[in-house]
């Protein structure tokens, strides 16, 4: 089965910092499009980073552009997501994903795990 396995998520306080941890299951990433991507209650899942297979480059969303580091380690098959400087507005569920295009085709993102619950509150 194809799939990711995210963990790290947790409760912390505004302006904290976690560590997103996705584990690659029955794939080899450097093969692949990685993307984070988060949905809040009410809200549609969005794309958040991605790191291309095709050129290596990374890509945020506004919202976390400056806070959020996306990177992955091909001898464990795992991407992370350091995020710091957390706020309220960043409280939703994470997931990776991948894809064989590029960061730009969110539709073709696939392989989604459970996810991982993020909540930043006081």
């Known amino acids: 089965q194809l799939q990711f396995v995210e963990s790290g998520g947790g409760l912390v306080q505004p302006g904290g910092s976690l560590r997103l941890s996705c584990v690659a299951s029955?794939?080899?990433?450097?093969?692949?499009?990685l993307g984070w991507f988060r949905q809040a209650p009410g809200k549609e899942r969005e794309e958040i980073s991605c790191?291309?297979?095709?050129?290596?480059?990374?890509h945020y969303a506004d919202s976390v552009k400056g806070r959020f580091t996306i990177s992955k380690d091909s001898a464990k098959n795992t991407v992370y997501l350091q995020m710091n400087g957390l706020k309220p507005e960043d409280t939703a569920r994470y997931y990776c994903?991948?894809?064989?295009?590029?960061?730009?085709?969110?539709?073709?993102?696939?392989?989604w795990g459970q996810g991982t619950q993020v909540t930043v509150s006081s």
């Open positions: 994903a991948k894809t064989v295009g590029d960061c730009d085709e969110t539709t073709a993102f696939g392989s």
């Open positions: 029955g794939f080899t990433l450097r093969y692949y499009t």
């Open positions: 790191i291309s297979r095709i050129d290596g480059d990374t």
